[in-house]
């Protein structure tokens, strides 16, 4: 709203209350959408990370004008058709690290609570209905009940002088051509729908103006009373919803519960683009979430995002190939991520069963500041690319250590690297990375890997064997030209104290 960095001060001391826009559920969700539950997500774990409670509630649009068109053209019902994409949505958010949210309202359940806020609205002079059969002159006064036949209600934008000071939109730009639907009973081109009447063969329930079904803005005003208050701390969507989405959701809230209601701070995200345009359906460049997750796997993406802010425009860099398709951000954002994972599969292994112990106080400990630095980058507008940073310095502390000693004392040398390690996890949980087990997220790595590649994995496991037996009959030069043939497989040894493993041989960018 201020267009700066402010101080975060929540309503309630320890608490935040947290609304962010969800899908509308007429199809499969893609990258887009995944990019921007993943930042709120984050930001919900980052405020958590810092200390406080979250309350989290991102809603469902399951009922719009999009999911009536979806359901005329594929002949199913509206309500199953949206159930079914809105659990896709949540399977395919769950693969990128997104947890649930604490309450997920669907607009279908909140039918009342939106009647009586539209019924609010017309009562303080702030909305009016009109009949579908009025002449284009003509208009209801405000109040006037219509008949069952079915009426709109509209939000009269003029009565709202503060309108656009999210957006920056003036009315005068509004009137000279806005996005909003085009209606000659309307007392002014910006007002806006509230409630739709009914057309024949759509859903429709019961209202004091006919049958019909709420706009689409007016739903999250209300979701957001039932189950955040008149006001609470922060509202939160993509670039696009700013105007008119949530330009209008304030004029609702406040038209309704006055000045000073409603949310406190917003936070947008920024667009995932590609090659430099905004992707959108409509555009027909975007990916949807099972690509991701069978290319690289959803734990890369949501590494990707968060090494950027969440407010900054993402290019997304893709390749057509002959076998489909390469995502070249992604696959370096893998890499990077195989990095950490590796960084803690050598810690886990130089430390053994044991935790390590704890630094003493006033001992030197290389990469013991780091939870302390996530929590200075993550309180300044929720800077996850330094998160990322710090992490990348930590982890290569680490692998120093697990390198050469240095001349570190061995207990002490056991003690700051484990105690790197316990960063590490620690803050790879404040921005959704890191949890899984490292030889687990590994080898399901490694797998996706060989199968792009097309490895033989028999070939490779019998040459490893064979590998194992002249290296104990010392016929070294047959050791080493297994390791060859090996190479040229595409395979690349690691010799450990558990034993020899493998994994697959990588194009590396000089910027991983």
Not at 78 to 86: D, Q
Not at 492 to 508: H, K
């Given at each position: 709203m201020r267009r700066q960095k402010v101080d975060f001060e929540p309503i309630v001391p320890g608490h935040i209350g947290m609304y962010v826009c969800g899908p509308t559920t007429y199809a499969p969700a893609h990258i887009g959408h995944a990019y921007s539950a993943i930042a709120f997500d984050t930001i919900r774990r980052s405020l958590e990370f810092l200390g406080w409670s979250v309350k989290y509630v991102r809603n469902v649009t399951d009922i719009d004008d999009k999911i009536i068109k979806r359901a005329n053209e594929t002949g199913v019902d509206?309500?199953?058709?949206?159930?079914?994409?809105?659990r896709d949505y949540n399977r395919d958010m769950a693969a990128f690290g997104v947890r649930p949210p604490d309450i997920e309202p669907k607009v279908t359940g909140h039918i009342s609570e939106i009647i009586t806020l539209i019924s609010r609205l017309i009562a303080a002079g702030k909305a009016y209905s009109v009949h579908r059969s009025a002449p284009p002159s003509g208009g209801a006064a405000v109040g006037e009940q219509v008949s069952a036949g079915g009426g709109d209600v509209y939000y009269e934008v003029d009565t709202f002088p503060a309108y656009g000071k999210l957006s920056g939109m003036t009315l005068d730009q509004l009137r000279e051509g806005a996005r909003v639907e085009v209606d000659d009973r309307k007392r002014s081109a910006p007002d806006f729908a509230l409630w739709k009447s009914a057309k024949p063969g759509e859903p429709s329930w019961d209202s004091p103006w006919g049958k019909g079904r709420p706009g689409w803005h007016i739903e999250c005003s209300a979701m957001t009373i039932a189950h955040l208050g008149t006001t609470f701390d922060l509202?939160?969507?993509?670039?696009?919803?700013?105007?008119?989405?949530?330009?209008?959701?304030?004029?609702?809230?406040?038209?309704?519960?006055?000045?000073?209601?409603f949310a406190h701070y917003w936070l947008h995200n920024g667009f995932l683009n590609f090659e430099g345009i905004k992707m959108s359906k409509s555009l027909g460049n975007v990916f949807d979430c099972e690509q991701i997750t069978a290319a690289v796997g959803g734990e890369a993406l949501r590494f990707f995002c968060v090494s950027h802010h969440y407010?900054?425009?993402?290019?997304?860099?893709?390749?057509?190939?002959?076998?489909?398709?390469?995502?070249?951000?992604?696959?370096?954002?893998?890499?990077?991520?195989?990095?950490?994972?590796e960084t803690l599969r050598r810690i886990?292994?130089?430390?053994?069963?044991?935790?390590?112990?704890?630094?003493?106080?006033?001992?030197?400990?290389?990469?013991?500041?780091?939870?302390?630095?996530?929590?200075?980058?993550?309180?300044?507008?929720?800077?996850?690319?330094?998160?990322?940073?710090?992490?990348?310095?930590?982890?290569?502390?680490?692998?120093?250590?697990?390198?050469?000693?240095?001349?570190?004392?061995k207990n002490r040398r056991r003690r700051v690297i484990a105690n790197i390690g316990r960063g590490l996890r620690s803050v790879g949980e404040a921005i959704g990375v890191l949890a899984a087990t490292p030889a687990v997220y590994l080898a399901a790595r490694r797998a996706r890997l060989v199968a792009a590649k097309h490895i033989d994995v028999a070939g490779v496991e019998t040459r490893i064997a064979d590998r194992k037996a002249a290296r104990a009959a010392k016929d070294f030069a047959r050791a080493d030209a297994l390791r060859g043939e090996l190479t040229a497989m595409g395979v690349?040894?690691?010799?450990?104290?558990?034993?020899?493993?493998?994994?697959?041989?990588?194009?590396?960018a000089g910027s991983d």
């Open positions: 509206p309500f199953e058709m949206s159930a079914g994409f809105a509202h939160a969507g993509g670039k696009d919803l700013i105007f008119p989405h949530h330009e209008n959701e304030i004029a609702q809230s406040q038209g309704a519960d006055g000045e000073g209601t407010r900054s425009p993402v290019d997304f860099e893709v390749e057509q190939v002959a076998d489909g398709v390469r995502f070249h951000s992604l696959e370096a954002a893998d890499r990077r991520l195989a990095y950490f994972y886990d292994d130089f430390i053994g069963t044991s935790d390590g112990g704890t630094v003493a106080a006033g001992e030197v400990n290389p990469g013991a500041d780091l939870p302390a630095k996530a929590r200075d980058a993550l309180a300044d507008d929720f800077n996850t690319p330094q998160v990322v940073a710090e992490m990348g310095f930590a982890a290569a502390t680490a692998n120093k250590l697990l390198d050469n000693a240095g001349g570190m004392e690349e040894l690691l010799d450990t104290p558990a034993g020899t493993d493998w994994r697959v041989i990588e194009a590396r």
